[in-house]
């Protein structure tokens, strides 16, 4: 099972060669055309304005929206063909379409990975990105540090079908090396995690992985493509949740699996074909023009929450403030190994337990209540009552879930405001 070619592209293979396109079924329609440069020799920057670009006969600026769920053909032969994967072009939108297709061709060139599919969330990523590879009698071994639904996924989903899963202390890597000493087909894990931003030993584990024989799958929603790339490290599938930082303005959800195109076209693409999480070419038009301003977005939301974690952790009420960008992090020195920078999010302990936190949440103005995170808007939750409600008090507390945890994640707005706003609440606690 394990994807041992490099996933990552080389000179100009940013896109699915003529053949590898054929054989998904994704080469573009008669009348589109790409970029008239080489996309990889472009900056990250460049390439998240203008990569993956498809334009129409019409040639216009703003990537067009195929809001179509299917496509016509103008003979039966044609048809034929078409579902005999002889003559390439679109044929359902479950399986491809123009507007989806330039999201997956733009995330492939910012990851650097040769190949992508994008799903309707980041759960279908995540569930596609292990289903597709898995079956009976596999194993997996995952850090237990996991966003609420990644848990669910792994310990209560993949067991119903004969999956064994074992769930390991991410930071530490004995845990790794005894879980990995038998073979196992794939390795899940996040870093930093959601919310108590552990970080995981990118190269360690993927070197322990490799040797186990497991394909090595990073869910980098905290790190965004920018903050941390995974395939230097070793990763074989890297997968993300774009409803956070990358449409990043709260309008849309969408997902993405990137990695080699043989994992992608052997595995990845016939799974979802057939069963079906497409993302709406609609949100993967909203998920274009996001990546168009995350850079931007990510320098400013970066500063200001390495401001915050700063001004928080001087404040009385708050007993431990976590943030990789923070000396004060246990894991601050990998951390900054493996990352540009802290990241958008900052998890905090307040005194007072629930009832703490609670106030807390009530006080505020101007910082919203909500669970999601990456938005341009800041937010915040409350964990144990809401995206880990479901674990219990126990696997709470081994994941550093406290009742008076509370995670912000930093929008962009000013950061004398947000300061002026958690300042004023702190006193309710
Ligand atoms: C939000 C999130 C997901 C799930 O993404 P959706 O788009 O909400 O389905 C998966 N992993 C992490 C780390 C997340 O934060």
């Not at 980041?122 to 540090?145: I, N, T, Y």
């Not at 802290?342 to 629930?354: E, I, Y």
């Not at 999601?372 to 709470?396: F, M, Y």
Request: proline fraction near 5%.
């Amino acid at each position: 099972m394990a994807q041992r070619r490099s996933p990552r592209f080389s000179g100009s293979k940013t896109r699915p060669s003529p053949a590898a396109a054929k054989a998904a079924g994704i080469a573009p329609a008669p009348g589109l055309t790409g970029p008239g440069t080489d996309p990889a020799s472009w900056h990250p920057d460049t390439r998240m304005i203008h990569g993956g670009v498809l334009r129409s006969d019409f040639k216009e600026t703003a990537e067009a929206i195929y809001m179509t769920s299917g496509f016509v053909y103008s003979t039966a032969e044609e048809a034929e063909a078409a579902f005999a994967n002889t003559k390439p072009r679109f044929v359902y939108s479950r399986f491809s379409n123009p507007t989806v297709q330039m999201f997956e061709s733009r995330m492939a060139l910012l990851e650097g990975a040769e190949d992508s599919r994008a799903t309707a969330s980041g759960m279908a990523a995540v569930f596609a990105s292990l289903a597709c590879q898995l079956k009976a009698g596999d194993r997996v071994v995952s850090s237990d540090a996991l966003f609420g639904s990644c848990q669910y996924v792994l310990a209560e989903i993949l067991p119903k079908y004969g999956i064994e899963t074992v769930l390991v202390d991410g930071r530490d890597l004995g845990a790794w090396r005894k879980a990995l000493s038998k073979p196992t087909q794939a390795v899940f894990l996040e870093s930093p995690s959601n919310p108590g931003l552990r970080i995981v030993d990118l190269k360690a584990v993927c070197d322990l992985a490799h040797k186990a024989g497991a394909c090595v799958i990073v869910d980098n929603v905290f790190a965004t493509p920018l903050l941390q790339k995974p395939f230097d490290y070793g990763a074989d599938v890297v997968v993300y949740s774009a409803t956070k930082h990358i449409d990043g303005q709260g309008r849309a959800l969408g997902g993405i699996v990137l990695g080699s195109r043989a994992f992608i076209n052997d595995k990845l693409q016939p799974f979802l074909r057939h069963t079906g999480p497409s993302l709406s070419p609609m949100n993967a038009w909203l998920l274009l023009k996001g990546l168009e301003t995350l850079d931007l977005r990510l320098q400013r939301q970066c500063a200001t929450a390495a401001r915050i974690a700063e001004f928080l952790s001087g404040q009385k009420k708050v007993e431990t403030v976590l943030y990789p960008g923070l000396k004060s992090h246990p894991q601050h020195a990998l951390a900054m190994r493996q990352m540009k920078s802290g990241g958008t999010l900052v998890t905090f302990d307040l005194k007072g337990g629930k009832g703490g936190a609670f106030r807390f949440l009530n006080a505020l103005k101007l910082i919203l209540i909500s669970n999601n995170l990456g938005d341009s808007k800041s937010l915040t939750t409350h964990p144990a009552t809401t995206t880990h409600q479901r674990l219990g008090p126990e696997l709470r507390k081994q994941q550093g879930i406290l009742d008076g945890t509370v995670r912000l994640s930093v929008g962009l707005e000013a950061a004398e405001d947000l300061e002026a706003d958690l300042a004023q609440a702190l006193k309710a606690v």
